[in-house]
């Protein structure tokens, strides 16, 4: 398998966690983040926050990284400081697809399942 093939495996896999269910990429965030407070791995989640418009989260681990990046409509009221609406979610892939696929079967086996039965 050629480096890009393998980069590529991962993309696919990301792009469909995101279209099954755009709860599932909010899913795998909090799965990402249980294990970092968890275990001793070199695991390393960063959340940049711009006012209300948009977040990044920067999932890295030794041999592939997740990055999403989600971008807010302005909120209703003036006082208001939250999130307003979602408005575009990009979710890219680096690294090596085949540890991401097996991160997923033993992190999240009913996607890594849901995943196997449409390749």
Sequence with gaps: MTKNWIEELGQRLV?????????????F???VNHECLSDD????IKI????????EYKITYPTWSVHIYRSFDQP???????????????????????DFKKWLLDNWKEMHEEYEKTS
């Design 76 to 98: 209703e009221g003036e006082d208001d400081l939250g999130f307003g609406i979602k408005n575009n979610e990009q979710v890219t892939f680096e690294g090596d697809g085949d």
């Design 15 to 27: 792009d469909f966690i995101q279209v099954k269910d755009s709860a599932n990429i909010d899913y």
């Design 48 to 55: 940049n926050r711009k006012l209300s418009e948009s977040i």
């Design 29 to 31: 965030i909090e799965l």
């Design 41 to 44: 791995t070199n695991t390393l």
